[in-house]
Nanobody, 125 residues
Framework: QVQLVESGGGSVQAGGSLRLSCTVS????????MGWFRQAPGKEREEVAV???????RYADSVEGRFTISQDNAKNTLHLQMNSLNPEDTAMYYC???????????????????WGQGTQVTVSS
């Protein structure tokens, strides 16, 4: 069973930075996809950044150029470096993974089937 545990959230002033981490257990994620999502109160969950097995990445327009997703395969860890934070970035951030050969074969990196519990990021103006 895949387990994802996020860390690194907190409170920061606008313009500041935070680095989120996600530790993956019982899963060799290097062959599949990992991503960060967020959900603000009253809003739908949105994809923030995704990294694939070949280290290709994609970002939401709202974070492009400010956030960087990376993975450390040796440590089974996913990171999200967030710079130039603004109050609109305030949300619960979730780490997610695509697990299982059959699931990946069917959905690729478009449907994430494993999720962490989330870590809160609050940006004050």
């Amino acid at each position: 069973q895949v387990q994802l545990v996020e860390s690194g959230g907190g409170s920061v002033q606008a313009g500041g930075s935070l680095r989120l981490s996600c530790t993956v257990s019982a899963y060799s994620y290097s062959a599949y996809c990992m991503g960060w999502f967020r959900q603000a109160p009253g809003k739908e969950r949105e994809e923030v950044a995704v990294i694939e097995s070949d280290d290709s990445t994609r970002y939401a327009d709202s974070v492009e150029g400010r956030f960087t997703i990376s993975q450390d395969n040796a440590k089974n860890t996913l990171h999200l470096q967030m710079n130039s934070l603004n109050p609109e970035d305030t949300a619960m951030y979730y780490c997610a993974a695509v697990g299982g050969v059959s699931h990946y074969s069917q959905y690729g990196c478009s449907d994430f089937n494993y999720w962490g519990q989330g870590t809160q990021v609050t940006v004050s103006s």
